[in-house]
């Protein structure tokens, strides 16, 4: 994780967090280091979720993607800095054609939630972009999201034909 | 003609309107003011509401809509009144899986205003809600009426523009 993000920057960062409900920090990976570490997480055996009514991506959750997230630091980060009890992480890729929705079977999140994007590359204009109730977020490559939800639910708006790179997003929340 | 149960309760009634009211509805339909909508669901572009429109050729198309015979003979139902608006469909467009139940809609309908070929998109897919498989898909014809029976199993989705327009109006039987 970029040194930038030390523990004094992160508490100020948690401060805005307290007082906003939302930060984003940017450059989280110094240059070139994202790169690798968006190999070793896509070497994870992700499996397709189809739903029509609730999502179409492909996801991996377990010990491995952990491991690789507190080696890099962030698992440490959101638990130093934003007081994150036992994170944990799921990961989502999102392709041409796919998407999330706001079901009503789709459960509403309480607490802190990171969502950390690791796309190679993104254009706002492929779709993609994080939808919190009402409210849009375009998250940007190499960036991380931090948000306190209260009884809200959240979707990732559909991957168009012209996306020519994939989505990819990992959501770490508190176990 | 075709009339279908599967996925659920259908009608595609080709050549549905004469050449001339066609001609003019096409132009009306050019002539109206758009909204572009963005959620979860969609990406597209509507009209406001046009059931108490006082435009006579689209109150002339929406009572042609209500004398539609099979809504008797092959759906079982008097309809009461119909609701319509238009939609505009464009580039990357597209409307993702829903059952369109809410309260007093019983029949669901589409007028398409133009043709698209089937690499254009636009397309109205009918899904199997228990197997999730698209069982029948329709192609925006000009001039083709499209009825679906409005219930738990209505499972369907617009795809994506590609490169192309989709015209149509639509909306709702309420019986």
Redesign the interface.
């Known amino acids: 994780m970029n040194p930038f993000y030390s523990l004094d920057v992160l508490n100020q960062a948690n401060a805005v967090l307290k007082k906003e409900n939302i930060v984003e920090l940017k450059q989280i990976f110094v240059s070139g280091s994202l790169s690798v570490i968006r190999t070793e997480i896509l070497s994870l055996k992700t499996k397709k979720e189809y739903h029509p009514l609730k999502h179409s991506w492909n996801v991996f959750e377990g010990a491995e993607l952990d491991h690789i997230l507190d080696s890099v630091g962030i698992i440490p980060a959101l638990s130093a800095g934003f007081k994150m009890k036992h994170p944990k992480a799921k990961l989502y890729i999102l392709r041409d054609g796919d998407y999330s929705l706001l079901h009503d079977d789709v459960s509403e999140e309480n607490g802190t939630v990171a969502f950390l994007d690791i796309s190679d590359q993104w254009n706002n204009n492929w779709g993609g972009y994080l939808g919190i109730e009402q409210e849009k977020f375009e998250l940007e490559p190499n960036s991380i999201l931090i948000t306190n939800l209260f009884g809200q639910r959240f979707f990732f708006k559909r991957i168009n034909h012209h996306a020519n790179a994939d989505k990819i997003i990992i959501i770490i929340k508190s176990n | 003609m075709v009339q279908s149960d599967k996925p659920f309760r259908h009608i595609i009634i080709d050549d549905f309107l004469d050449g001339e009211t066609l001609r003019k509805i096409v132009e009306t339909f050019d002539s109206l003011k758009f909204e572009r909508k963005d959620?979860?669901?969609f990406?597209l572009e509507q009209t406001d509401d046009l059931t108490n429109t006082d435009i006579q050729i689209l109150k002339d198309v929406q009572k042609k809509i209500l004398d539609v015979s099979e809504i008797k003979s092959f759906f079982e139902m008097v309809p009461k009144s119909v609701d319509m608006s238009g939609m505009l469909y464009k580039d990357?467009d597209?409307l993702?899986?829903?059952?369109d139940r809410l309260e007093g809609r019983s029949i669901a309908y589409i007028l398409y205003l133009n043709t698209l070929r089937k690499e254009e998109g636009g397309a109205l897919k009918l899904?199997n809600s228990k197997d999730?498989k698209t069982e029948e898909l329709i192609l925006p014809k000009e001039n083709r009426l499209v009825m679906f029976e409005v219930s738990e199993k209505s499972?369907h989705?617009v795809s994506?523009i590609?490169n192309a327009k989709r015209k149509s109006l639509g909306g709702w039987l309420h019986c």
């Not at chain 2, 993702?96 to 059952?99: G, K, P, T, V």
């Open positions: 959620s979860d669901l990406n990357s597209y993702l899986c829903h059952d899904i999730f499972w989705e994506e590609i």
